[in-house]
């Protein structure tokens, strides 16, 4: 439950949505708000602070932003306290199940579309093949403690039968074990997006909110690709870290 609202001070050149975010962060950290606790709804929040609901939103939107809360539509959304995120490290190549179990959290998926489709320029200049070739599609949502994080789009060679497995659990491994294809080394491209309709509607945020697009090419050991992937990440859920380091002078 919420704190007991302060008493907004006027007149000292500290606005009052700036005093609102601090009281909220304030309330987190001496835990009299805990991760995924709902605040009251806008109206009745901003009748206890006095002020107007637009000031309210402005704190709220900030705090948004920052990562420090999660906004949910629809009746039984709300504004919730966000939860820590969760790092994803991309020097290696690990999945999103491996991911989440090194983050000690039950990785989900929840499947949106998996078909057999003709392969576009794109799809087709990543896996080595001509346009129009059949490529397996598999879309899902990932989610991380019942929280959705991540929208995946990948795209496979036409692998017989592969749309037949288990398709909720780790496709890097349904690669590695059922068509020896284990994803060795991968090619990432990272770019800022907002999130469309349709993907804010599956990933439970506002049309427009910032996300993380992950291009991903992934090859086996032989330099084979197998896997071309669009991923969408929550960056208030999710923190992408990459590990360099230098090479010594005449190393391979």
Not at 96 to 112: D, G, S, W
Not at 187 to 192: F, G, I, K, N
Request: net charge neutral.
């Amino acid at each position: 439950m919420v704190g007991t609202p302060p008493e907004l001070e006027r007149g000292t050149g500290v606005p009052a949505h700036v005093q609102i975010e601090r009281w909220l962060l304030t309330s987190i950290a001496a835990g009299e708000l805990a991760p995924g606790d709902r605040l009251p709804g806008e109206r009745e929040l901003a009748t206890l602070l006095g002020v107007s609901r637009m000031t309210l939103r402005q704190a709220l939107a900030t705090l948004e932003r920052d990562g420090v809360l999660l906004r949910m539509p629809g009746r039984s959304g709300g504004a919730f306290v966000a939860g820590p995120r969760i790092d994803c490290d991309l020097t290696g190549l690990a999945g999103f199940t491996e991911q989440m179990r090194r983050a000690h959290l039950r990785a989900e998926a929840r499947i949106l579309r998996a078909a057999t489709v003709p392969a576009s320029p794109a799809v087709a200049r990543a896996l080595g093949l001509a346009p129009g070739s059949p490529v397996h599609e598999v879309a899902r949502v990932r989610s991380a403690g019942r929280s959705p994080v991540a929208l995946e789009r990948s795209y496979f060679p036409d692998l017989p039968g592969l749309l037949e497995q288990d398709l909720t659990g780790s496709l890097y491994a349904l690669l590695a074990t059922r068509y020896d294809l284990e994803p060795r080394t991968a090619v990432e491209h990272l770019d800022p997006v907002a999130a469309r309709p349709g993907e804010a509607a599956e990933l439970g945020i506002e049309p427009g909110t910032p996300l993380m697009l992950i291009e991903r090419t992934a090859y086996a050991g032989d330099g084979t690709p197998v896997e071309y992937a669009l991923d969408l990440f929550r960056p208030d859920r999710v923190r992408i870290t990459v590990r360099s380091g230098v090479t010594a002078p005449g190393a391979p």
